[in-house]
């Protein structure tokens, strides 16, 4: 089964507005790490936002927060005011707290590809 | 500074060719990471290593070799790939080895680009 879904392949947003992009996970770990990465066209993958299972408050990182939903396994990125820049793809990932004490991989959704249009 | 860096950017190889991917970091993190990206897939773990001992090898082929000379580099070793090993690879790093490392952030580099013929 899928941890990390991301049901939207594609996304068309005019510049100026506001996008949200889907994100579900799934796990039985009380403790785990959500984290959102954009990936421009140039291949870097760049840390916008993080959220933990524990954190009582959306995380918020300039123009993007984290709509942290705990009962419904959903944390949606919220770009607020969108821009041409903005336009890459955009992966959830998450990364789980029962690896044995050491450091842990991330689990990847397959992506949302994001457009800005002027 | 939060900065990964690898070389080359790009590579193109032979089936019969030996070659290294590097990558570099000086944030002072104990865990680097190797992911394989394929074209327009989602980057998949290859292997962990915290503090500069391999912790994680997700069932990799033995053809790709990692290793961690000390705290601040990582290779990857590239030995009789197949063209279906053309992909992106990337490397990270991240601060946290220990129980609570879901908490911390993996910083990137840019990958490198390889094309096996």
């Known amino acids: 089964a899928q941890k990390i879904t991301q049901t939207q392949p594609g996304m068309f947003v005019q510049e100026k507005e506001a996008v949200t992009l889907d994100c579900t996970y799934d796990?039985?770990?009380?403790?785990?790490?959500l984290f959102w990465y954009k990936q421009p066209s140039s291949g870097e993958m760049i840390f916008l936002i993080y959220?933990?299972?524990?954190?009582?408050q959306n995380a918020t990182e300039g123009r993007y927060s984290l709509n942290f939903q705990k009962a419904r396994k959903s944390a949606n990125l919220v770009i607020s005011a969108s821009q041409l820049g903005d336009s890459a793809m955009y992966f959830c990932?998450?990364?789980?707290?029962?690896?044995?004490?050491?450091?842990?991989?991330?689990?990847f959704g397959k992506g949302t590809h994001l457009i800005i249009q002027p | 500074d939060t900065e990964v860096t690898q070389t080359p950017k790009h590579l193109v190889m032979g089936m019969t060719n030996k070659k290294s991917l590097k990558c570099e970091q000086h944030?002072?993190?104990?865990?680097m990471y190797w992911y394989k990206q394929k074209a327009k897939k989602p980057p998949e773990l290859m292997f962990v290593?915290?503090?500069?001992?391999?912790?994680i090898n997700e069932s990799v082929p033995s053809r790709f070799s990692p290793e961690c000379p000390n705290s601040s580099l990582l290779n990857l070793h590239l030995h009789a790939l197949q063209p279906e090993d053309s992909a992106l690879y990337l490397c990270?790093?991240?601060?946290?080895?220990?129980?609570?490392?879901?908490?911390?952030?993996?910083?990137f580099g840019p990958g490198t680009r390889l094309t096996v013929t």
């Open positions: 959220q933990g299972s524990y954190d009582q």
């Open positions: 944030m002072g993190h104990r865990a």
């Open positions: 796990t039985s770990d009380p403790s785990y790490g």
């Open positions: 290593y915290s503090y500069e001992k391999l912790s």
């Open positions: 990270a790093s991240s601060q946290g080895v220990a129980g609570d490392s879901f908490t911390y952030e993996q910083y």
């Open positions: 990932a998450m990364r789980e707290g029962d690896s044995g004490g050491g450091a842990d991989g991330l689990t």
